[in-house]
């Protein structure tokens, strides 16, 4: 396990809280919390250490599989890099937003997988973060990857091909409803334009107008979409 220095981090609302659906937390024979989660090709797991100077959870313990120790994707993920408590100062000057921080302090934003977060978001429409979790869960035992880990199986999140191969039957069989068809039919859609490429050459204007295209993606969706996973940082999801 690698130990990495995070202050100002809320892991439970960041990965909990409803912008990613790939992630479990359990907790092992100690007590101690284990977050597990999984992209297209990854396995990570987060556990919690304290800092000796501090005396608070400001530490995590981390690894990835299969390929260890990648902290590359760890600090792209988790956006390491940003300075946020210069975010903070900045943010708090508006009345509104400084009593949402005091109600969800620390709360991040990840720089996920651009499929997988197309493809989740097209499973999220009109659902509870826990129904969104049960059906993609559901998707992952039948259509990815095995990776055993600390005597436990856990599934990959389906790669974008698996998605589009899939049956119709299948994918429905998996409580998505109608959105088995959107699922479908986007990935196809994203393996046949490599959208998730030619996102980087397109203005906030032209992104949009590319995900509105994919079955299943409306204004909310594609909104999501460009936060969580392209760093549109100045767009702000509605929801009911």
């Known amino acids: 396990m690698n130990k990495l220095f995070v202050p100002d981090y809320n892991f439970h609302q960041t990965l909990l809280g409803g912008q990613a659906f790939n992630w479990e937390l359990v907790r092992d024979s100690r007590g101690s919390e284990i977050f597990y989660g999984t992209t297209q090709d990854k396995l990570i797991k987060i556990e919690f250490g304290r800092n000796p100077h501090t005396g608070t959870g400001d530490e995590i313990f981390w690894q990835t599989y299969p390929k260890n120790d990648d902290y590359e994707f760890i600090k792209k993920y988790f956006r390491l890099n940003i300075d946020y408590k210069n975010i903070l100062l900045r943010l708090k000057k508006d009345e509104h937003v400084a009593k949402a921080m005091e109600a969800c302090p620390n709360l991040r934003l990840l720089s996920q997988d651009f499929d997988q977060t197309v493809l989740s978001f ?3 429409s009109f659902n509870s973060i826990k ?3 049960t059906r993609i869960n559901k998707m992952k035992r039948d259509l990815s990857e095995q990776i055993r880990v600390d005597g436990r199986v856990f599934y990959l999140f389906p790669k974008t091909e698996a998605i589009a191969d899939a049956r119709l039957d299948l994918l429905t069989s998996h409580s998505l409803g109608y959105r088995a068809k959107y699922i479908k039919e986007a990935s196809n859609m994203l393996l046949q334009s490599n959208l998730a490429g030619k996102t980087a050459n397109f203005d906030e204007e ?8 994919l079955p299943g993606v409306g204004d909310k969706v594609a909104d999501c979409i460009m936060v969580f996973s392209l760093g549109y940082d100045n767009l702000t999801p509605l929801d009911v």
């Open 206 to 213: 032209s992104t949009r107008s590319e995900l509105l295209k």
């Open 122 to 124: 097209i499973v999220s």
């Open 131 to 133: 129904s969104i979790r």
